[in-house]
């Protein structure tokens, strides 16, 4: 594995202290408070941090694994949700929690099938970071009982 393919599998924090968009004390707060919390590190950063939209994303577009995200504890607006078929979100247990720009985050309770990401990005014209997530809290932000 390549010197860049090994900085680009980093957690999403080491890779914005890599790029020199926070330092190392920031994010060890961050991650205090995300333990508290259970919230995205990236919007602690952002809403807290006052880190920028755009390093953001650039950081979540190099990352190359899946993180896991805790919906419960996170609030999606309706419109970034809507963005997504429900019937669709059912059937591959996803939704669309996040829209940032030109990405849309989407949490999957599973591994994404093969052409999942693909056929989102197509419908929506957005580029797609894939999370992982329970069911549970996808379940409850889709309103499903």
Not at 116 to 134: D, F, G
Request: net charge positive; proline share 6%; charged share 30%.
């Amino acid at each position: 594995m390549s010197a860049r393919a090994r900085q680009d599998n980093l957690p999403l924090g080491r890779l914005l202290v890599l790029q020199k968009k926070l330092t190392n004390k920031q994010l060890e707060d961050a991650l205090a408070l995300q333990r508290k919390t259970f919230q995205a590190l990236g919007r602690i950063l952002r809403d807290e941090y006052g880190l920028l939209e755009s390093d953001l994303l650039e950081a979540l577009r190099k990352q190359t694994h899946i993180p896991r995200i805790y919906l419960r504890f996170f609030p999606s607006a309706p419109e970034t949700v809507a963005l997504l078929d429900p019937e669709f979100c059912r059937q591959h247990e996803a939704i669309a929690f996040e829209k940032l720009d030109g990405l849309l985050c989407v949490a999957f309770s599973k591994p994404p099938q093969r052409g999942l990401v693909r056929q989102i990005e197509t419908s929506t014209e957005l580029e797609v970071k894939p999370y992982s997530a329970p069911w549970e809290d996808i379940r409850k932000k889709l309103s499903i009982e």
